[in-house]
């Protein structure tokens, strides 16, 4: 039992809560954890965002489960990617042993073996989940460059082509699509096409065209296509638990820029589909943003202060946001900042950089007279974490060193077998099972050059004058395809209508 006064009883006073809240685990102090000293985290202060850090094997994923199952229990519909597929045990009850029988009862916990709603997807095919895509159009030209690894230049003429898909109503839903825009535009027609707006350089779509033909043979071309994600099935209660959405991406490890970048699309697609909400409760979906150094990797300035902005806005869509690396010095610092929850597992100091790392990693966290963390980040055992929140008043609590609870799901993989059964039971399999292959830019194009009169046929003296500057032949005659109308879900636009973008050059529907 806690003594009134004594450090572990008021470092515990910060973490009381009046509304609901997420039982973390119990404060140590030299050594000893108190388990009348709850570390908990308020529901309603979730979409303040968080971090989760610390090295390879000392607890983060176990972490990521624990806070998981809580809020799916809560009704909290939560996003995971599951890049070692460790998180697939979230379906099925965990099984009691010694080691978790002796947590739960240092913690007072009542310990049961518990199964939470579960569902798996995968970027494209080829994965263990059903298979999930984003048209081209809707990833937008900013997002696509991050994948494709494009400098300012080449991103700025990437939006030029998409600025003229857009205006013609052109569907770019697969790779191909956009390689048939990019050909065309780079034809004597397209530079006419493009006169008043600019032009594309040869040299320049030399470039994206091999970014794009790289992307094509590491399996990217697998992702982009219909049938798209709709961004209201990440949102999803069964039985009144939220469901755990999964994205198994044990097979783009070797693509890191593209389940990144596609994670970002993601949350820019939940800023733009969900109403705003202001201060909830208890947020409407948690989204845990793993390996989060990748994103920021060779990141451009304008792209990081697009990320900044999103991580700021979405909190009133009621979403909240955790990015999960190994350092708190991966995050920019204007991202780190907006941060409120911060659960920090043991640190490594072997190296100099090292410890540079570890002495910034304390100046993100508050002074306390409890603990030197420099000693205790190196000192921390597995399933434990250094640990500050915001209370419900909007205060940082005071550092906890915390020993964490044990998830109540399975801790490890279910197998392949389980995974492929419930993927094949699920109505999104159904969903999004099939890829869908609909008229769009390329057989657009390709129809346009087919009917045009070959070059011998063409009167010599008199060449035939560029196309009007809104060219409504062609526009009229898109008009009437019933394929092209059923164009409103995927682009978001009518034909002939610009579509309107979002921070990412994303489309907003």
Not at 155 to 167: C, K, P, V, Y
């Amino acid at each position: 039992m806690t003594e009134q006064g004594s450090p572990a009883s008021e470092i515990a006073a910060g973490y009381a809560s009046e509304g609901a809240a997420l039982e973390l685990g119990a404060v140590v102090i030299d050594g000893q954890v108190d388990a009348a000293a709850a570390v908990r985290l308020p529901l309603a202060t979730l979409n303040r965002h968080g971090l989760v850090a610390g090295a390879t094997g000392t607890g983060k994923t176990k972490t990521l489960q624990l806070i998981s199952e809580q809020l799916s229990a809560a009704g909290v519909p939560v996003v995971l990617a599951d890049v070692k597929g460790d998180l697939s045990g979230l379906a099925a009850a965990g099984e009691a042993n010694d080691k978790v029988t002796k947590r739960a009862q240092e913690l007072g916990d009542d310990w049961a073996g518990t199964a939470f709603p579960t569902q798996f997807l995968s970027l494209g095919t080829g994965g263990k989940g059903s298979p999930i895509r984003a048209t081209i159009t809707s990833f937008g030209p900013v997002l696509l460059s991050k994948v494709l690894g494009l400098n300012e230049t080449q991103e700025s003429t990437l939006g030029l082509i998409f600025h003229w898909a857009d205006q013609r109503g052109l569907a770019l839903l697969d790779t191909k699509d956009l390689r048939s825009v990019i050909t065309h535009l780079t034809s004597d027609e397209g530079k006419e096409d493009l006169k008043g707006i600019g032009g594309v350089s040869a040299a320049t779509a030399g470039v994206i065209l091999r970014s794009l033909s790289n992307l094509e043979a590491q399996g990217g071309e697998d992702f982009f296509g219909e049938p798209e994600l709709d961004v209201h099935d990440l949102m999803r209660q069964h039985e009144g638990k939220g469901v755990v959405t999964l994205l198994e991406l044990d097979n783009l490890q070797a693509k890191p820029a593209l389940f990144s970048t596609f994670l970002m699309w993601l949350l820019a697609e939940l800023f733009e589909e969900l109403p705003e909400e202001g201060d909830l409760d208890q947020p409407k979906l948690v989204f845990f943003f793993d390996e989060a150094h990748l994103l920021f990797n060779d990141a451009s300035k304008a792209f990081l202060e697009r990320i900044e902005q999103t991580v700021k806005l979405i909190r009133s869509k009621g979403v909240g946001v955790f990015f999960c690396t190994q350092l708190p010095t991966d995050i920019p610092n204007n991202v780190l900042s907006q941060l409120g929850a911060r659960i920090q597992h043991a640190l490594r100091a072997f190296t100099p950089d090292d410890q540079a790392a570890l002495a910034k990693t304390v100046k993100t966290y508050p002074k306390t007279k409890f603990y030197e963390l420099d000693t205790a980040l190196t000192s921390l055992g597995i399933g434990e974490a250094i640990v500050t929140v915001l209370s419900e008043r909007g205060a940082p609590t005071p550092v906890a060193w915390t020993r964490l609870r044990a998830p109540r799901s399975k801790m490890g993989s279910i197998g392949a077998e389980a995974v492929a059964a419930a993927v094949a039971s699920s109505d999104l399999h159904a969903k999004y099972g099939e890829t869908i292959d609909r008229e769009s830019a390329y057989e657009k194009l390709a129809a346009k050059v087919a009917a045009a009169p070959p070059p011998e046929a063409a009167p010599e003296a008199a060449p035939e004058p560029p196309p009007a500057k809104d060219e409504p032949g062609f526009i009229e005659s898109a008009m009437k395809n019933p394929a092209v109308k059923s164009f409103m879900r995927s682009a978001a636009s009518a034909l002939g209508r610009e579509i309107t973008r979002g921070l990412f050059g994303n489309r907003r529907r």
